[in-house]
């Protein structure tokens, strides 16, 4: 059974950084690309960026209005994938949800989400 | 960036009756592969999304087929042919031609 689980969301404070993990399990996980997808409380869902495997280059997209401040990283011996957000401002605040692309779309499969709030 | 612009809003739909979403993108989503790479999720109140339709049409793994998708170029359809409870939620659409970008959501709920 496919499994993505997200982890390292809490309480953050306006300026600081966060670094949220992702496990996934239950297929080949350097045959998938990985995105990162996050949505504010009561909004809809917004693209952050994904993680292409390796034989597509290991290369990263990311949304224009975050890529400044976005670093999106694998480790592929772990099945983890890693999102890095800086300079965070209260807008940033939202369920952080990472999706496993395994040929269908770029989000075939779901976690659950972490929940990230930015508040002073 | 491609902006994808879903109607209606919202929709209020009797149990057994079919629903209807449009998704409208500001460029065509076909790609130089010759694929349309137009997806539609669904997402329950407080649960995740989950994928429904890929490449315009294609069901994903364990979807009824009460769930359709059409469509070409900049204008696409998702219809349910029969709506369950079970079908309540937001549905999204979602393209990944030139990255992702996401619709603004469908909220449907039972009449």
């Known amino acids: 059974e496919v499994q993505v689980v997200e982890s390292g969301g809490g309480m953050v404070e306006p300026g600081g950084s966060l670094r949220l993990s992702c496990a996934a399990s239950?297929?080949?996980?350097?045959?998938?690309?990985m995105t990162w997808v996050r949505q504010a409380p009561g909004k809809g869902l917004e693209w952050v960026g994904l993680?292409?495997?390796?034989?597509?280059?290991?290369?990263?997209d990311y949304a224009a209005p975050l890529e400044s401040r976005v670093t999106i990283s694998r480790d592929d011996s772990k099945n983890m994938v890693y999102l890095q957000l800086n300079s965070l401002i209260t807008e940033d605040t939202a369920i952080y949800y990472c999706?496993?692309?395994?040929?269908?779309?770029?989000?075939?499969?779901w976690g659950q989400g972490t929940l990230v709030t930015v508040s002073p | 960036e491609i902006v994808m612009t879903q109607t209606p809003l919202s929709s209020s739909v009797t149990l057994g009756q079919p629903a209807s979403i449009s998704c409208r993108s500001s460029?065509?989503?076909?790609?130089?592969?010759?694929?349309?790479?137009l997806n539609w999720l669904h997402q329950r109140p407080g649960q995740p999304p989950r994928l429904l339709i890929y490449?315009?049409?294609k069901r994903f793994s364990g979807v009824p087929d009460r769930f359709s998708g059409s469509g070409a170029g900049t204008d696409f359809t998702l219809k349910i042919s029969r709506v369950e409870a079970d079908d309540v939620g937001v549905y999204y659409c979602?393209?990944?031609?030139?990255?992702?970008?996401f619709g603004g959501g469908t909220k449907v709920e039972i009449k």
């Open positions: 999706a496993a692309g395994l040929g269908a779309t770029q989000v075939d499969h």
């Open positions: 239950g297929f080949t996980f350097s045959n998938a690309w």
């Open positions: 993680i292409k495997r390796k034989i597509d280059g290991e290369t990263t």
């Open positions: 460029q065509s989503l076909t790609d130089s592969d010759g694929n349309t790479y």
């Open positions: 490449k315009i049409s």
């Open positions: 979602m393209q990944g031609t030139q990255f992702v970008t």
